[in-house]
């Protein structure tokens, strides 16, 4: 049997109503916050990524899906989606028009990782992307757009962190006191982090090897870093998020993982999962910041951006955990069993026509006995059910029967979608 390549999925009818919530959730939000939708390619030259993502992370090094096309191009399907905004948004012209300019998407994404619960190899995401606003008010309603999103969809148990990493004034201080710390722990570092010191010693902090991460308690602190600027930024960002009434936590910790970051940065950690040790594994549902640099970087104008994106798995996962009643499959309103050929024919038409009145009604298409019909009514959760045979049409009439209460209820055929619709 050929089965579905590691770390991919199959969502299944009874499992989309929820990835339809969190998707519907996101599109609502999206547009009472004023952003509208972006779609873009699948893939993109890799040239994108390893000057937008950066080609000293994680990502772009070890865990892009890449391929030659048939025209030797380097090709890479998307492992974010802030890169190829930037690039859409320049090719587009839109680097002029009013701003902010404020987009949102709902993506696949691809990333070669190791393949464990809350992590794909091919995931989805729901991402907002606001361009041309240096300001720390802008950060903080991005901010609140997510701290907003999770919690209408019922998600409490979380917690949004967030800390700023400078800008390119006071970055390559922080730098070279990264690169002291580490060289005078060296021996002590991973083999891949001894090359990031060289490389970028802020994905050190990220490495996920125990003795890095000892190490990494201890490492200097972004925070007694910052540029009179930057740290005006952040108490700014902080001061705007008190008086939204949302709680964050600062948390020197976060670096994240792509390199077109500047100033803010923030993750909102989900509630704990135990894995197959017992030891708890807080996933982030989502994360994000401001990245200043990036539209340059890949051949735009100067300007800002600020963005997060969400993990709609680890969403899912968190809802799953949260002991809230999950949306599931539609049931039908009515079941119609039939009795004969004829009246399967008739049953047919008011079907249709019920359907065409927006009320979800189901009859029997695959010949059954009127018992395996009213067992298959039962199984599908049908609210009310009528057996139509010859007698019932000649009258024109039909009982239906409500299958909670077993009560019925003689209906004229013909006003059987007004009873539906005024009941
Ligand atoms: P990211 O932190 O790499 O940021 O991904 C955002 C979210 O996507 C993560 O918090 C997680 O929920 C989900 N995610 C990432 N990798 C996986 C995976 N392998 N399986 C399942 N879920 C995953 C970005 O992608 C940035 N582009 C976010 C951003 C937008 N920053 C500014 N604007």
Not at 63 to 72: C, L
Not at 146 to 160: N, Q
Not at 210 to 237: G, I, Q, R
Not at 405 to 410: D, G, L, N, P, V
Request: with cysteine; hydrophobic share 35%; glycine share 8%.
């Amino acid at each position: 049997m050929i089965i579905k390549p590691r770390g991919t999925m199959d969502i299944m009818p009874e499992d989309t109503p929820l990835w339809q919530y969190v998707e519907e959730k996101a599109r609502e939000i999206s547009n009472t916050h004023g952003f509208g939708e972006i779609r873009f390619p699948t893939f993109e030259q890799t040239e994108l990524f390893a000057r937008g993502v950066g080609d000293t992370t994680d990502v772009v090094q070890k865990e892009m899906y890449t391929f030659f096309d048939k025209d030797n191009r380097s090709m890479t399907l998307r492992p974010e989606g802030t890169a190829s905004i930037a690039r859409s948004i320049v090719e587009n012209g839109r680097c002029s028009d009013a701003m902010p300019l404020k987009l949102y998407y709902l993506i696949s994404c691809f990333r070669y990782e190791k393949p464990a619960s809350g992590r794909y190899r091919e995931f989805y995401q729901y991402g907002v992307e606001m361009y041309g606003s240096e300001s720390a008010a802008s950060d903080a309603s991005v901010i609140a757009l997510a701290d907003s999103y999770v919690k209408s969809l019922g998600i409490t148990d979380y917690s949004l962190e967030i800390n700023s990493i400078g800008c390119k004034e006071c970055r390559p201080h922080y730098k070279k006191a990264l690169t002291d710390y580490y060289t005078a722990n060296y021996d002590t570092l991973c083999d891949t982090c001894k090359t990031r010191l060289k490389t970028n010693p802020l994905r050190i902090l990220d490495c996920k090897n125990p003795e890095c991460a000892h190490l990494a308690k201890d490492a200097p602190k972004t925070l007694d870093y910052l540029c009179e600027n930057c740290t005006s930024h952040m108490k700014t960002v902080e001061d705007s998020l008190k008086s939204m009434g949302i709680t964050y936590k600062v948390d020197t910790g976060i670096v994240r993982g792509l390199d077109y970051y500047t100033r803010t940065v923030f993750e909102i950690i989900g509630p704990g999962e135990p894995d197959k040790d017992g030891n708890v594994r807080r996933l982030a549902l989502g994360g994000g910041g401001r990245y200043d640099g990036l539209v340059e970087e890949i051949g735009g104008p100067k300007l800002p951006g600020v963005g997060f994106a969400m993990g709609l798995s680890r969403l899912i996962i968190a809802l799953q955990m949260s002991g809230k009643e999950l949306p599931s499959k539609k049931k039908p309103v009515l079941y119609i069993a039939s009795l004969g050929t004829n009246a399967q024919i008739q049953a047919l038409g008011i079907v249709n026509k019920l359907r065409d009145a927006g009320i979800y009604a189901e009859c029997d298409l695959v010949g059954r006995s009127l018992k395996a019909q009213m067992k298959y009514a039962d199984k599908i959760g049908a609210e009310f059910t009528a057996i139509i045979g010859d007698n019932e049409l000649e009258n024109g009439k039909a009982i239906l029967k409500n299958m909670a209460t077993s009560e019925q209820t003689e209906v004229e055929i013909k006003a059987l979608a007004d009873f539906f619709k005024n009941r």
